[in-house]
């Protein structure tokens, strides 16, 4: 079994806080559709624009998110597409195992 350091455990945690909140997660979903404005966000998702900020500059520091400028408007968008893999294969297995224990809880109602 090999054991990687410390620090390189600490970059896994980080990098999974993407998948830790209902908020990031939303993002990335609007991501698919391409790089949004804060504004854009902020209506699209039903949230204040200092939420919004408060997510993007984390993604920002984790790398996920990227921006670019037209005029006075900044774009976010994803900044790799193996993001929302990752993000796909997740709600893969999450989707199956509420399947499985929805299964599990129908099988033990009484009739």
């Known amino acids: 079994m090999t054991i990687r350091s410390m620090k390189a ?24 559709e391409g790089d949004k404005t804060v504004t854009q966000l902020q209506k699209l998702l039903h949230i204040s624009q200092s939420t919004v900020s408060q997510h993007l500059a984390m993604l920002r520091r984790l790398g996920m998110v990227k921006t670019h400028k037209e005029g006075r408007k900044v774009y976010y968008g994803i900044s790799d597409e193996r ?3 990752a993000y796909d294969l997740v709600d893969q297995i999450v989707r199956e195992r509420r399947t499985a224990e929805a299964k599990i809880l129908q099988a033990s109602t009484p009739q």
């Open 9 to 32: 455990y600490e970059m896994h945690a980080d990098f999974c806080k993407l998948f830790s909140n209902p908020i990031r997660l939303a993002l990335l979903d609007v991501f698919r």
């Open 83 to 85: 993001l929302l893999k």
